[in-house]
């Protein structure tokens, strides 16, 4: 398949053009024959004309690159070897949401030929790769697996808005269903990975490489959390804490925040869901999730507490709150916790207000039913900077003044202007 895809006889297709998926496809396209696919026509449309929907990639980024964009799934025959780079959210009950991912593996099997690769990026359970998704391949194709296709699991570690670890620069893991399968994975993806690959022993080992990563994340943050709600009891400030500890060499550089988007705060559901199925209640991941979920409602209530000390009538009074997306220099508003502010402050009758430098404010009311404002009204009673966007971290006391009422709160989730506040009423976690 590697010498069949490198000397043109071939083509690689990439299923699922959202953050993951594009820089693998016009990073392959510099080297073989691509065929990037999507459902979504209007992401097509703006891909024909160089156009990132993530605003992540400039222009330059399509240039010289062999790819043919399309949402047409009869466009799939032409290609022998699949990367299914799709979303794997959650439900509302906080269980896998899997029909992205077996829907484009229906469409995958309905073009799938003897001696096909099919290799997954999207983030799932260990076993789901061969439980849920090769038995949909075998039915809806009639092929035998291993016998007439091959299947492996790669697991995706974009990190969003991350100019340092890009793709190429971060070791990719890899894995294949059999010997053969797990090597010419391995040497397809050398391609493109300047850092590197690491071949995993079984898909199963992959997959559950990825879950935990991101797993780890979320339990850390979570106890930096727990230690800032403990910590703000005691009237000590968190980032100070963190300074101090953070000297000694082995200290783990976390800290507390909002938890969303499409990773860290879906991820480790996957693997409490799998746990259970094999009677093992997850006690530690659990607790993580139930404090980072909490967090958007702790911020509402301690700016609510305050506001209420300093005076402020809740139904008269109106908050501010700057960035939606689920982090920094990002346009992603998927899972944004600070939606969980949000509707906790208007539960209290206060008028909320929402910019954004980064998100869309057509997105935001189709995702979550409010629209951004253009830009800040005044007068504020509290002003909460929930995402670190770089357009705010020039911003001084001079300028959240002018948009504040007297014994207005300044809410700074992630501590960007601690010690830089002296007049107004300061409070971060």
């Known amino acids: 398949m590697y010498r069949e895809l490198v000397e043109g006889n071939k083509k690689l297709a990439v299923i699922g053009l959202g953050y993951v998926g594009l820089p693998i496809a016009l990073e392959f396209a510099g080297k073989i024959k691509v065929i990037g696919y999507d459902i979504r026509h209007d992401r097509i449309d703006m891909l024909k004309n160089k156009i990132d929907p993530s605003r992540e990639l400039e222009k ?124 010419e994975i391995a040497r397809i993806y050398e391609m493109i990975i300047e850092a590197g690959v690491y071949r995993s022993s079984s898909i199963k080992i992959a997959e559950a490489a990825k879950i935990i990563e991101n797993t780890q994340r979320d339990i850390n943050i979570a106890f930096m959390n727990e230690l800032s709600m403990i910590f703000n009891k005691m009237d000590i400030n968190t980032f100070e804490v963190l300074e101090a500890a953070g000297t000694k060499w082995n200290f783990l550089r976390f800290y507390p925040g909002l938890v969303g988007g499409h990773c860290i705060g879906v991820d480790p559901y996957y693997l409490t869901y799998r746990s259970a199925i094999f009677g093992h209640h997850a006690r530690i991941i659990n607790a993580g999730r139930g404090i980072n979920d909490e967090m958007g409602a702790y911020v509402a209530k301690q700016v609510v507490q305050r506001m209420f000390r300093n005076g402020k009538s809740m139904n008269k009074s109106r908050v501010l709150i700057m960035g939606i997306t689920f982090k920094e220099n990002v346009s992603d508003i998927r899972n944004s916790k600070v939606t969980d502010i949000i509707h906790e402050l208007r539960n209290y009758g206060i008028i909320v207000d929402i910019v954004d430098p980064n998100a869309s404010s057509d997105e935001v009311e189709s995702e979550y039913g409010f629209r951004l404002a253009a830009k800040p009204v005044a007068p504020y009673d509290a002003v909460i900077v929930a995402v670190g966007h770089k357009e705010y971290l020039n911003l001084d006391e001079e300028y959240f003044k002018s948009i504040c009422t007297s014994k207005a709160i300044l809410a700074d989730i992630k501590g960007l202007f601690r010690g830089k506040i002296k007049e107004l009423k300061y409070w971060s976690l």
């Open 60 to 183: 330059e980024a399509f240039v010289n690159k062999d790819i043919i964009f399309s949402s047409e799934p009869e466009d799939l025959r032409e290609a022998s070897f699949y990367v299914i780079a799709v979303p794997t959210p959650i439900n509302i009950h906080k269980n896998p949401d899997l029909r992205p991912l077996l829907s484009a593996t229906e469409t995958i099997a309905g073009v799938l030929k003897k001696g096909d690769y099919v290799v997954y990026e999207s983030t799932v359970y260990p076993g789901c790769t061969e439980e849920d998704c090769v038995p949909i391949l075998e039915k809806n194709s009639g092929l035998k697996f291993i016998q007439d296709f091959k299947v492996g699991f790669s697991p995706e570690r974009i990190n969003p808005g991350d100019k340092q670890h890009t793709l190429t620069k971060v070791v990719k893991v890899t894995s294949g269903c059999d010997p053969e399968s797990a090597e």
